[in-house]
């Protein structure tokens, strides 16, 4: 028990100290507040729903942009990956793609899509593609070539090649890959909101700031904090209780 | 493999669910950023005035002003309050834009709102004493920014010789107190604020010197959404017109509305007036910010006044 005490102390230590300045140094801002203030305004903003509203559209728009791009990313990494005329024909545009990063796209996409789900959700697809497009190239690139031989030997059409073998042996690095996206996902459907996106959490920090609430928008940063880490620790259980061990990689054994 | 399902199941609903309700809008939705400019249009909505005018209406908040042009462009909401400075770019940069009813115009009141707060440790005794300092304004080419480069050239001070950074509202308080920039554009409640906390003084009163009284934000809308739906911008004019004396004239329901829209503390929005409503807007109105932005090399093309303005 006590082990499992002692990492916890420093954060609580530093907490207190932080309340202690802020209230004996009397400190005004409209950026900073003393944790207890911060703890009430997160447990108001859970109380009354519109923490939950906002967690709920932001991580509706991160999961149908994970989905969409990470589908698109699935397909275009086997494709390249099984292809190495495909991969060679297709490098240049996707390196000159990929370093676009995303949240650039911000002013192209209001004006085409305007405020709300669709744009954020086309953002973040566009985030989730690459992550996913290139580990899955790699891996299905990297499948051991007798396995692809015994796919010739047994005449599988290529689609059966691709759902029998190349997904199969490729499978835990795609899972990985799409856990590495989720994890971009979050970021950049926050981000989005707070640029422009008048939803979710992202708008839930930029309205509080404005309201020159910063206790409530601390506590919506604690909160995105908690959700990203809840979120990595539930696709981390999915990995394991949906694939077992064959989830397992040399990346995250 | 069950949650790329889930999220692609949900994705889907949301989009579905999206694109109907977008077919379906008779309702108009109306973006404002978090001041008291859109207040007529708070009131409209909080007093039921819309209703009574046959409108279904509601208020987005918008974050920064200069992404509403962009936001009307794309009928993520029909009508909009940008400042003259960002409507006049927009129109500048080739977006048809038009406005539809005035909102809000500068005064005594709002003007004496309106300083350049100076950090401790610095002395302002004329205009001449900014040069070489760091001035945080809202923002580049911002309502307050031209203003005080307006009020500058006034003075003969050449506005080059002032380094201006971007510094946002929330934050300019601890900017001016960590001392990242020497003075702020700014105006109340912060200026209360700031000089109850001890932070500074204000350096100039610029809007005051200049005492103008054209529009700060009025109501604009896309030409071709305001051309197809000519009964609606007349029944929003309606409203606006009744609303805006209930502003001027009831402080408390004023404060409240303003209050329930931007999410401020009630108490912090009652100690600032909110800015004049004045729903009429004029062309000559346009004229002298189309003056002062040309002056400041802001706009590339000529406006034609005529144009701005609905009929």
Redesign the interface.
């Known amino acids: 028990m006590r082990e499992r005490i002692k990492p916890l102390l420093l954060p609580i230590a530093a907490l207190l100290v932080f309340e202690a300045w802020m209230r004996l140094a009397a400190v005004?801002?409209?950026?900073?507040a003393p944790p207890s203030a911060i703890a009430l305004a997160l447990a108001d903003a859970l109380a009354d729903g519109s923490l939950l509203a906002a967690t709920r559209d932001t991580l509706?728009?991160a999961?149908?942009?994970?989905?969409?791009g990470?589908?698109i990313g699935l397909v275009l990494g086997v494709a390249l990956g099984l292809s190495h005329v495909l991969s060679r024909l297709m490098e240049v545009t996707i390196e000159a793609i990929r370093p676009i990063p995303s949240v650039a796209l911000l002013?192209i996409a209001?004006?085409?899509?305007?405020?709300?789900?669709?744009m954020e959700?086309a953002i973040v697809a566009f985030a989730c593609v690459w992550p996913v497009l290139i580990v899955t190239r790699a891996a299905v690139g990297g499948i051991e070539p007798r396995l692809i031989e015994v796919a010739r030997v047994l005449r599988l059409t290529q689609l059966d090649r691709i759902r029998k073998i190349v997904l199969p042996a490729a499978l835990p690095r795609i899972v990985l890959a799409?856990r590495l996206a989720a994890g971009i996902a979050l970021i950049v459907a926050v981000t989005v909101e707070i640029a422009?996106n008048?939803l979710g959490l992202g708008?839930g920090i930029?309205?509080?700031?404005?309201?020159?609430?910063p206790d409530l928008m601390l506590a919506y940063l604690v909160w995105i904090g908690v959700t990203g880490f809840a979120l990595n620790a539930a696709?981390t259980a999915?990995q394991q209780t949906?694939f077992g061990r064959a989830a397992l990689t040399d990346d995250n054994a | 493999?069950?949650?790329?399902l889930?999220?692609?199941v949900?994705?889907?609903v949301?989009?579905a669910f999206?694109l109907t309700s977008a077919a379906l809008a008779q309702k108009i939705q109306i973006g404002c950023?978090?001041t008291s400019d859109c207040a007529s249009a708070m009131i409209a909505v909080d007093e039921g005035i819309f209703k009574k005018h046959g409108l279904d209406a509601e208020m987005?908040?918008?974050?920064?002003n200069s992404?509403i042009p962009?936001?009307i462009?794309?009928?993520?909401?029909q009508i909009g309050g940008p400042t003259s400075t960002v409507f006049l770019q927009a129109a500048d940069g080739g977006l048809d834009l038009v406005a539809v009813s005035g909102a809000s115009i500068m005064n005594k009141t709002s003007n004496d709102a309106i300083a350049a707060f100076v950090r401790n440790g610095i002395t302002i005794n004329s205009p001449q004493d900014f040069k070489g300092r760091k001035v945080g304004a809202p923002g580049i080419g911002a309502f307050l920014h031209v203003l005080f480069v307006k009020w500058l050239v006034e003075k003969g001070v050449d506005p080059k010789s002032v380094n201006f950074v971007e510094v946002?509202?929330?934050?300019?308080?601890?900017t001016i107190?960590s001392g990242g920039v020497d003075a702020v554009l700014t105006a109340e409640p912060f200026v209360m604020?700031m000089s109850n906390?001890n932070l500074g003084t204000v350096g100039a009163r610029y809007a005051a010197e200049l005492a103008r009284t054209e529009p700060i934000i009025f109501y604009a809308a896309s030409r071709e959404w305001a051309e197809k739906n000519p009964a609606t911008v007349k029944k929003f004019r309606a409203a606006i017109a009744e609303a805006a004396p209930i502003v001027n004239n009831d402080r408390d329901k004023a404060s409240a509305a303003i209050a329930k829209f931007?999410?401020?503390?009630l108490d912090?929005v009652k100690l600032t007036a909110p800015n004049q409503s004045e729903p009429m807007l004029k062309p000559e109105q346009l004229a002298w910010w189309i003056d002062v932005m040309s002056a400041q090399k802001m706009l590339q093309t000529k406006l034609d006044l005529k144009k701005l303005i609905l009929d």
Not at chain 2, 60 to 64: A, Q, S
Not at chain 2, 73 to 77: E, H, K, W
Not at chain 2, 168 to 174: E, G, Q, R
């Open positions: 005004q801002s409209d950026s900073l509706a728009s999961f149908a942009g994970l989905a969409i990470g589908a002013p209001l004006i085409a899509l305007g405020f709300g789900y669709r959700i799409f422009i008048p708008a930029m309205t509080a700031q404005q309201a020159l609430r696709l999915a949906l | 493999m069950r949650h790329r889930t999220g692609a949900v994705g889907s949301l989009t999206a950023t978090a987005v908040l918008i974050g920064i992404n962009a936001a462009l794309s009928n993520s909401i946002t509202f929330p934050t300019m308080a601890d107190k604020r906390a931007t999410k401020q503390p912090l």
